[in-house]
């Protein structure tokens, strides 16, 4: 399936690396304006350089940073944003600790980039997207937005989950205005320095055992998760809202 975002503008949040980079590289391809902001300054040029994408460097933990964010896209591309991918996240270079080790600076951390950026920028978009009639949100969730997370990391698993609550809410809410909001739920990929150290740290016999738990025998890429958020922004999905597809080769 081959999709068509010609004329459209969208903005997608964690857009250095990753899953981020790959659906800035699907969405440019299929003819959209697209705008991305991230917290990694050298790889966000790489990704302006590489795709012809608008970047901005802002740190989503402060909201009202990230509402400046979609003001700028709005005003850049002179109108309301067509599709919103809510995917920075992320453990924020945590790892598993014991529930009575973890400092609320930590849970807060991976809240508000995972959850608090993704309210912040959905309301930042959605007057303009009710204005308009239509738009499309896209909530990056993750595995762990419906079972206990590979990474242990508490705040991560229950902001996954959080995400999926959102996803079903702003359904409800924005489907009367012409609104879709739909979460991708991408099994392990290997996208960066804590996923590298997460499976540098699995035996050959966890890592084998983690193969052969998805019934297609391989991990997801970036290129994967960007068809399912296509798919799920474009007109193909017109009368789909609410709910979560994983991608994850079965598992
Ligand atoms: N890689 C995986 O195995 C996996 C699996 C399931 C879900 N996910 C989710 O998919 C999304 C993308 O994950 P990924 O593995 O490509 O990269 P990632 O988890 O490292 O984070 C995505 C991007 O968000 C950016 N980011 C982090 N904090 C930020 C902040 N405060 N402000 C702005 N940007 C910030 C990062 O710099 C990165 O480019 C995340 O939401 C992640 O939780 C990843």
């Known amino acids: 399936m081959s ?4 004329g459209r503008t969208v903005a997608v949040s964690g857009a250095a690396i990753g899953f981020g980079r790959g659906i800035c590289e699907a969405f440019a391809a299929a003819g959209a304006r697209v705008y991305g902001c ?3 300054a050298a790889d966000l040029q790489a990704v302006a350089r590489d795709m012809g994408v608008t970047t901005q460097d802002i740190d989503l933990t402060d909201r009202h940073a990230a509402a400046g964010w979609i003001r700028d896209v709005e005003r850049l591309s002179g109108g309301a944003i067509d599709v919103l991918v809510n995917n920075a996240g992320g453990v924020a270079g945590q790892a598993f600790q014991p529930l009575e080790e973890v400092e609320d600076a930590d849970w807060d951390r991976v809240m508000a980039v995972n959850l608090g950026a993704a ?4 309301r930042a978009a959605t007057p303009g997207m009710k204005a308009a009639g239509r738009g499309a ?3 990056i969730g993750s595995g762990a937005s419906l079972q206990a997370s590979l990474t242990g990391v508490q705040a991560y698993c229950a902001a996954k989950h959080a995400i999926l609550g959102l996803t079903r809410q702003l359904a409800q809410e924005l489907g009367p205005h012409g609104v879709r909001v739909n979460c991708v739920a991408p099994g392990f990929v290997q ?3 804590a996923t590298a150290r997460q499976w540098a740290a699995y035996s050959p016999e966890r890592r084998e055992a983690m193969v052969q738990a998805i019934p297609l025998r391989r991990f997801g890429t970036p290129q994967d998760i960007a068809r399912a958020t296509l798919f799920l922004a474009s007109d193909e999905a017109s009368f789909i809202t609410g709910q979560i597809l994983s991608v994850n080769g079965g598992r």
């Open 3 to 6: 999709f068509d975002f010609q």
């Open 38 to 40: 991230d917290i990694r």
């Open 119 to 122: 309210m912040a920028l959905s």
């Open 137 to 139: 949100i896209v909530n």
């Open 191 to 193: 996208t960066n320095e």
